[in-house]
């Protein structure tokens, strides 16, 4: 009895911690400086042709999708190829309260929705909102109510990422600027762009995985987003009550009065190392002997520096003995600040061996030392 009251004591307790946790705004997503310029070749309907890019040659062709919607989103690369801007929703608990796009003539009605990447599975429309018509070459704002956010699932070591998509439901042009470069695919991502995107868009609950990619495209949305981050001593956090108003600013307080005596200084916290990486996705794929792991920076600084991909390992109460680390690979990682990105490891032989015998392999993705180090679990997919 004694123990389930400390139990009960002290998840009522986190629960307080994690509701006084202060809500913070969080602006992502395109500059929207870029004009709305794509036009594919299927007259008014855009949704109807899907961009494909050979990987021989690198010409694009379009795709017939015979569909009438579609949804799209896009991730902006900076001068380092890392990315710099996308509509990921930060890792915490809210909601997305305001979208704007740029639109170019004739601009399709929309939707704007939230899709969950999570339990190895992209994408589930969990939100969406109602249909908005953008003001043609013009940047258009709207007040919305998605709730949406990224992180620890409710299963042990779950990951998950929400986004926000633009969902064209009508003829129109589309919020999407072609840089006119494509190809990066197959060579560097710096300063380009590459735009997700499916056909027809998804209905409330329903999933799809076919997704596509493009590069060279940015699609012209952005976002606010208020809600409470999570961090390392509230791994799930709670959505504030209201996000609508509890990210808008305080009223000023009142002057104080003059101080009757001088007051001192206080003394600076010590900063405490603080974990700097989370996994983007529970799995990685593997091509041509290298795995795709998608991590996310947690810092408020870039995160870099070397990781290890190694086979999981136990030990047993009885023997005691230290494990064998059977390594899978090792690679160098800088990621900016908050964001997520791709880092490929070549695979050693243990890890090509393992692959060769099954489709899956799970492995665990190690580095850091200290209060800084960080273990995270990966499954590999050949």
Sequence with gaps: MRTLVALLLSSLLFAAGAQAQAPVLATNGSTLAAPANLALPSGANQCLARPYIGPSDGTITFINTGATTCMWWSTEYGPDAQPIANTYVPRGAGAVTRVRVRSGDAPAPLRFAIVSSGSRLCCT??????????????????????????????????????????????????????????????????????????????????????????????????????????????????APANPQTACLPAPPAPAPPPPVAPVAAPTPAIPTAVVPLGAGSSSAVVRDGLAALRLRCLLTTACAGTLRLVAPTATTAAKRKKPKVVSYGTAKYKIAAGKTATVKVKLSKAAKSALRKRKKVAAVVTGGTGAAAFRLKVTLRR
């Design 125 to 238: 429309a969990k939100q969406v909102s109602d249909q908005v018509q953008p003001t043609a070459n013009a940047v258009s704002e709207f007040a919305v109510n998605l709730p949406a956010g990224s992180g620890v699932g409710t299963q042990d070591g779950s990951q998950f990422n929400d986004i926000l998509v633009v969902v064209a439901v009508g003829p129109g042009s589309l919020p999407v600027n072609d840089r006119g470069r494509h190809g990066f695919l197959f060579g560097s991502a710096a300063n380009q762009a590459q735009a997700t995107f499916l056909h027809p868009a998804l209905a409330l609950g329903e999933s799809n995985t076919d997704v596509g990619i493009m590069d060279g495209y940015e699609v012209l949305l952005q976002y606010d987003w208020c809600g409470v981050p999570m961090t390392l001593g509230n791994a799930q956090p709670q």
